[in-house]
């Protein structure tokens, strides 16, 4: 597992998982980094920076130019490999397209994304991961999955108090054997339960808290719409549910 070490990081920390390709997101989560007085440098994406929306080559390049840590999930890592590398991803309309619009400069960026970032922040020390290099429970997985999961990310980080992990869509909160994880969720995309809004993660005093995120929702489901992508998800991106299945790499990924 490749494991970036950030250090002490001061000020507010925000921790985002999964743009998902949706730029009106990712551009209403910058404007709370501002207004909240997070610094480029204290923005932390864990993966899934390609999805089910409209704009993956001006996410990923949006994100590449601002500079913050960005952590290489699956989809990432198929990306990087070059065009036509998705294995079963492939069959997604939405990797399909992003295997198109994401220029060449920008799959190198990828290549040399890390799996994980640890950083100190008053004492504690925390952990964020995408998954790219170990299996991440979701929030009802046993605590079984926790401690494999918690395991592998210590044989290459150390010791961590939190774990920032991603995850699909759902966000969570959970304590294992003295420690934090936090579920991430996605920027990009809803829950599934009902709701619009995204989410987030800010740190702020060494404590994580989760945070919903507004933005405009019709604005990403129009240029859907135009691109001819799955409505499945544009109905989930209204508060319908979620077929968050679709973001898996599927058995036959090589």
Known sequence: ??????????????????????????????????????????????GGLAGPC??????????????????????????????????ALAERDWFRLADDRIPAGDRRWLAGLPDAAVFTRRGRRFAAISGGGVALPDEEAPDEAFRAALAALQASAGPCDTVLAASQAQAFRRLVGGVEWIGTGACGLPAGDGRMQTRFVMLNHGIARLHRLAYDVEG????????????RWQAALSGGPSPAAELLPGPRAA
């Open 220 to 231: 990403a489901r129009r240029k859907m719409r135009e691109l001819g992508l799955d409505p």
């Open 1 to 46: 597992m490749k494991t970036a070490q950030l250090g002490e990081l001061d000020g507010p920390v925000l921790v985002f998982g999964a743009p998902a390709s949706n730029l009106q997101a990712l551009i209403a989560l910058l404007g709370e980094a501002s207004r909240r007085g997070v610094t480029r440098l204290t923005m932390i994406c864990t």
């Open 54 to 87: 409209g704009d993956p080559g001006a996410v990923t390049t949006m994100l590449r130019v601002l500079g913050g840590p960005v952590l290489a999930g699956e989809t990432e890592r198929r990306l990087a490999a070059g065009p036509r590398h998705g294995g």
